[in-house]
């Protein structure tokens, strides 16, 4: 598994997202499946240098998003794999009306099957808005 987790040193994405990223591109990818045990918190923080803090961020994020889930005194494991597979793309409108859904209908005709859409609509009030985005991105 740590042939695969990359994290680099220089770049100016945080390295706890560049855990985040990783893991999903790996999924992505099919390196890593569903039920696969990834490393503990400890062993990858002393495998690339970082403090336990930051990898614990990463994981954090990546159980909130659904991605891993841990087991008590087992490890933490892969549990989704489906909609990472594909590019998630986020379609926001601020009302519904027929125009905009055959808009929406066109775009997901076009993208076709590789790509996972989700619909969110805020009807102009921007908390509705805010809080979608903190649902999508768990900030």
């Given at each position: 598994?740590?042939?695969?987790?990359?994290?680099?040193e220089n770049?100016?994405?945080?390295?706890?997202?560049?855990i985040?990223?990783s893991?999903?591109?790996?999924?992505?990818?099919?390196n890593?499946n569903i039920?696969?045990?990834?490393?503990?918190?400890?062993s990858?923080?002393?495998e690339y240098?970082?403090?336990?803090d930051?990898?614990?961020?990463?994981?954090?994020?990546?159980?909130?998003?659904k991605?891993i889930?841990?087991?008590?005194?087992?490890?933490?494991?892969i549990c989704?794999?489906?909609?990472?597979?594909?590019?998630?793309?986020?379609?926001?409108?601020?009302?519904?009306?027929?125009y905009?859904?055959?808009?929406?209908?066109?775009?997901i005709?076009?993208?076709?099957?590789n790509?996972?859409?989700?619909l969110?609509?805020?009807?102009?009030?921007e908390s509705?808005?805010?809080?979608?985005?903190?649902?999508?991105?768990?900030?």
């Amino acid at each position: 598994m740590f042939n695969f987790i990359t994290v680099d040193e220089n770049s100016r994405i945080p390295k706890y997202q560049q855990i985040v990223d990783s893991i999903i591109d790996n999924i992505s990818n099919g390196n890593f499946n569903i039920n696969d045990k990834i490393p503990s918190i400890n062993s990858l923080s002393e495998e690339y240098y970082l403090s336990r803090d930051t990898v614990e961020k990463a994981y954090n994020i990546l159980k909130k998003k659904k991605v891993i889930v841990s087991i008590r005194g087992k490890g933490n494991y892969i549990c989704r794999t489906e909609l990472i597979s594909k590019v998630n793309i986020i379609f926001l409108v601020n009302k519904m009306s027929s125009y905009k859904m055959k808009i929406y209908d066109s775009f997901i005709k076009k993208l076709g099957l590789n790509y996972h859409v989700d619909l969110h609509i805020y009807h102009c009030e921007e908390s509705i808005f805010l809080n979608i985005l903190k649902k999508i991105w768990g900030v």
